[in-house]
């Protein structure tokens, strides 16, 4: 009787393949043990991945064939399997495993069940990768009208460390980190978060985020709504086309052409501006839009107050500093008149040397001359009311630093607070430039002449160019013509003819006369 072999085999290593090329005779009962393999992880998600086993002698057969895993060394099929379904076409055979932990290494083996019991191929080990962090998002406070604080808690890291966190807004819905983004710190906890440089009165989408390895999570959506960030508020009366003269700008009852009162940012309920009223009696309202669309205030039931529906507020003539509480209920205003001065070592700071309001160009203005030395602004005598700047400013800052001169010398001074809560001023010695004096780097000084009230200088002049221009520097000059005078980069002054000149100059008005003696 013709013995026959009962080996299976399924797909074998190449050692076998030579082994079994060697066998050349069949031999009585020859099995090979079963035997398996686990030679690779792959596809390795979060919560899944796929084990490779494969067949190296199958004995007698198996019934079931797998993968076994735990979150402990050397698995079973006591604990984690997945059984292979498919059909082995060759020695090896995938197996995918779900429902894993995220960020968690877990060991694998391939095992096989038939007859004899079960095998379990070499050992693998993985680690599932880690999943977005879980973030919160806290509520707006503290809302104004550029800034806001909210913030949000990182309470768990997904597996992986959490490189940033803070909030990201936008003016849409479902804000990203594309969008604008606070960087509030890294890791776990709770954070605030404060945003700044939004839109009064604008409606933002908040979310927190938490950024690790993984991506970027997302806390829940919040919203808030900006306060008013500046009032631009208008002052209408009888008195503006007296005050304002020569400017079709301004008219009388006509919010848009009318003087204004504004806040800033920081704090826009405090409303200021200053109004010149020209009139012995001037009426007045407050409106709030550049129409008559409302609301409009009036004067209150009680002195200093603002009502919708009350009627004209009535001054006598004054450069008023106006004031309004938008905050208080019902509003509050002040209406203070003022009268400007300068004051400083030059008069040992004993009282202000005045200056006078301008209508024609809406500034205070005044000649004076100072020594080396400091000085300041001052209203009406009183230390209430007075503004200095930074060094090398022209912006006026209220109770700011003393104002700093270094040359000795007749100084025209402006004071401008014809721009609400933008207050600039000029202190300007002025002289003479060009090629008409023999020179463009050296200025011929000119003297103030109180009696005409102009600066003036008396000298000889060739046929060439010149310029006025303010404290010996490019900065500030004048050209154009003598009866049109501009700082705009105006153009050179042309001189014809050789002689001895007399030339003056009114630097508020920006004209000027020339004079051959």
Known sequence: MKMKSIIKIMMLPVA????????TKETSEVRLNPTLGTTKVFDITSNSATVTGYVVAEGDGFTEKGICYDLEANPTIAKSKAVFSGTITTASYNVSLSGLLFARTYYARAYATGSDGTVYGDQLTFTTLPVVATVTTKEATNVAGTTATTGGEVTADGGAAVTAYGVCYSQSSN??????KTNDGNGLGEFESSLTGLKGLTTYYVRAYAT????????EEITFTTLVSTREWYVPGDYVAASYPDDDNYANWSPDKSPMVVSVESAPDNVEGYVYMANASNYWKIASKPNWDGPNYGVGATAGTLDPSGGDINLP?????ININAAADPMTYTAVATNWGVIGGFNSWSGQEPLTYD??????????HMPAGEWKFRANDSWDYNYGADAGSLSLIPGGANISTTVEDDYAITLDLSHPLAYTYRADRWGIIGSAIDSWSTDQNMSWDAVNGVFTATLDLIAGEMKFRANDDWAY?????FAELT???????????AGNYTITLDPWAMVGTITKN
Not at 175 to 180: E, F, K, L, S, V
Not at 317 to 321: L, R
Not at 359 to 368: D, E, R
């Open 175 to 180: 804000p990203t980190i594309a969008d604008g």
């Open 487 to 497: 700082s705009d980069n105006g153009a050179n002054i042309p001189i014809a003819e």
């Open 317 to 321: 003539a004054g450069y008023y500093k």
């Open 16 to 23: 076998a393949v030579v082994f079994l090329a060697g066998c």
């Open 477 to 481: 000059s004048l050209g154009g013509t």
């Open 359 to 368: 209508p024609f160009v809406k500034v205070w203005k005044g000649a004076i």
């Open 212 to 219: 690790n390895s993984a991506g970027t999570a997302y806390g």
